[in-house]
């Protein structure tokens, strides 16, 4: 079964179905903002948000994760999660950016167990953007605000119901095995949904991102990076926030005989992140290091794995202190200096 | 407020045609509503640039040490001049720059501290917090009063003073005392009750503290953005990152966060001036106010010091006095 | 999945599942100033008086080099109660360190205090080199006052899975 129509009032028993093979996560409504979290009932949940406040990212690369554990001098376990998850309601840019991540974590040659197993044993319900703010751009680096891409159901809020549509078979399953909940969408539902995207996609701001890579390319020495990373503080907010950010840092920690090696986020921006033993240090200053991130997402993403590593949700320009403009620093590049196009 | 930003733009302008200034570190348009954000001029014509508004929250003191870091000249080259650094402060920057300056991080002569008139500014998240998790789509600000729309077409109209940060609100000292040059006009009335905040949360019980105290650090995502922010924190390298002796690892374990904090918290002993940028920066909204308040009341109420004025006074725990309080040593 | 929540709760389960209580002994900390503390233990036990053994000694040269940080730590790996003990102000071999000493201990006992952690916790003394009977009262005190708290709980940290 392909699609299928969740009523609301149905949603409380389509969750505690979930409960019994997966542990659910979904969007849940905190003082500070929205944050995924585990749900125990569909009352939690907070369908109408905007999007949370840290990325979903976390619950595939934890802020923190073991990756084995020793005693005695001898390996004690390698713990790789084999819990099935259910994310439910995440935004089309953050499952966007899981695909982004899977490029890199799950190459040919090298592939990272912990990641790969917390993607295999989760099954994501993305939910369609049909409010998008004044800080999202993802129109304009290849995402959308009802793309499918990483995700495997897609979620359609049309007022008091929800349109599901598999798009993997690992969704399709799922929707089968939930069938005594759903009906048949009718057509209204599919016309519905056509007119809440094609809506959504024109509220989406747009920037000017053409020929963002070739100005890149020739733009490593150009003295506008320094006047782009001048206010920038160095304090990695926008990077622990980044959806497709991925950066980390493994270190042991040891008492007495038992310990653990773990991996921890880690980001481009502390100046820790490129010092040499020797005390050398190539990004010295922040110039070097903001421009090492925008070239990253925009340049050397697009040459290695020929996509843009940025989703356009938005969040670094959201929550950076110092008001860092992303979208200002991609359009300095690209020459354009128009302003960013506002909601009509 | 536009006096003050007209006052501001022309200060700056004649400083530069004077040419008493290198840069100018003052406060532009954000490019989202209701943001203003650091800039840094360095031509008269830049000037214009330069706002005051209610949401010019930013400690720009943060951004001194970097102009004034030793350069190593190559071998026979004399080391370049330090540059000449006008600040636009208000109350809380003011004392940052003392702080520093006291810290000889920052040389005094090479500054010049343009005082500005504080009347309190607006928390943002304070302002989301009504919209009840709805972002702000558009707002506006008249005659102490604030407008604010959010992305749902929710409209609020607010008074200012419900919405200003708590900093603000218990702020004792909006006043720039050592200023060069003044800009004049009404500032704030000093809070009367100092520390409030720490007072309040004194009285709670011993396990109630903890349990607040646990549940706003686990938020923590180490981020560091607190430490950034913060003038005061500009050791090259951080206790957390120091790896011999390791203090603190970089696990997400609710202690080693606390360990974190506390550490932080502590070596802002005497030197916070309860700014508040560490609150407004953190992505996960801790409250790190209560926390670090109680150490600055601490200091004032045990050695009588406030940090941010007078540099040529020791820092409080760099001196002694013999009646020092110590009716927390145990006598057996 | 991994995202678990450190909560309040999480650290509560560590420490129920240290079961600490049975045949649980006080583990203390002393961190004593080579000039006069250190000297009133080594004159405590050369008298032959007899104290409690919960405490682990270390020697500084003063009080004043002890970085409050040394204290928290402390707590972190475990030990159930951290006593820090110099010269008499006045009497420090380095003339002022006890004096500084003095001042971060005020704001660090107080801070810890406010964050809920038990005062009896940490605790700081004065013991000169010729009191070798104090130290000896001074040390079942402290350990007294840590065997009513029971084994630390608060900022410990386990590594574990």
Known sequence: MKQGILTLSELTKFIELLKTSYKVFAPVKKEEGVFFEEVNSADDIALGYYNSKLPPKRLFLPQCEVLCTFENGQLVEIPIADEKCAIFGMRPCDALALSRID????????????????????????????K????CFCTSVGGGPSSGDGSDIRMVHLGNRLLLEALTEKGESLISSAKQFLKKPKQSDLEEKEKIVAESEKKVPRI???????????GFNLPLWSAIAERCLGCGVCTYLCPTCYCFDITDEVKGEKGKRIRTWDSCQYPLFTLHASGHNPRPSKTERMRQRIMHKFFYAVENFGRTFCVGCGRCVRSCPVNLDLRESIELITGNKACVSTRK | MEGIETKIRETAKALFSEKKIDILIGHEKGSLVFHSR??????????ERLVWNSFCTNNLAVY??????????????????LPRVAVIAKGCDARSIIGL????QVPRQNLIIIGVPCEGMIDKSKLEKLLEGDFIASGSIKDGGTSITGFSGKRLDIKKEQVLLDACIECAFPVVEDADIAIAGTSRKPATEKYKTAKSFSEKSPAERWRYFAQEISKCIRCYACRQVCPNCYCKECFVEQTNPRWVSAGDDLSEKMVFHIGRVFHQAGRCVECDACVRACPVGIDIRTFTQKVAQDVKEMFDYCPGFSPEVSPPLCAYRLDDRQEFITEP | MGAEEQTVTSQKVTAQSKNKTDGWKPKVVAFLCNWCSYAGADLAGVSRIQYRPNVRVIRVP?????????????????VDGVLVSGCHPGDCHYISGNLFARRKFAILKNYLTYLGIEPERVQFSWVSASEGTRFAMLIEKVISDIEKLGPAQKLVKEVSR
Do not use: W
Not at chain 1, 118 to 125: G, I, M, Q
Not at chain 1, 208 to 218: A, F
Not at chain 3, 62 to 78: D, F, H, M, T, W
């Open chain 1, 103 to 130: 490029m890199v974590f799950d190459k040919e040659d090298l592939k990272d167990p912990y990641y790969l197993a917390r993607r295999k044993n989760t099954v994501l319900l993305s939910l369609v953007c049909d």
């Open chain 1, 132 to 135: 998008p703010l004044d800080t």
């Open chain 1, 208 to 218: 000017k991102v053409d020929g963002i890579k070739e100005n890149l390319e020739k």
């Open chain 2, 38 to 47: 650091p800039v840094m001029i360095r031509d008269a014509n830049d000037t």
């Open chain 2, 64 to 81: 001194l040490p970097r102009f004034f870091e030793p350069k190593k000249p190559k071998k026979g080259e004399v080391p370049p001049p």
């Open chain 2, 101 to 104: 300056v006291r810290e000889r």
């Open chain 3, 62 to 78: 003063c009080s004043g080099r002890i970085n409050p940080l040394y204290i928290v730590k402390a707590l972190q790996e475990g």
